[in-house]
């Protein structure tokens, strides 16, 4: 393989191998929203139970998901 074409394969190596970090970046961003949005909606539910309790009622039931 000619140099020349030995390093524009190594460049576009480099290209991927960046993206990949990028996306894999992306990926731990994202799944730790899901935790994020996950803790939220149960504070959010025990809240809403506090708040019925107080009131002297019983929560609305939410299936869960």
Do not use: T, W, Y
Request: aromatic share 4%.
């Amino acid at each position: 393989m000619p140099d020349r074409q030995f390093e524009a394969l190594l460049e576009r190596l480099d290209r991927i191998a960046a993206e990949l970090v990028r996306m894999n970046r992306h990926a731990e961003n994202a799944e730790g929203f899901q935790l994020v949005a996950r803790e939220l909606r149960d504070l959010n539910d025990s809240l809403n139970a506090l708040a019925f309790a107080a009131l002297g009622q019983s929560p609305r039931v939410r299936r869960a998901k």
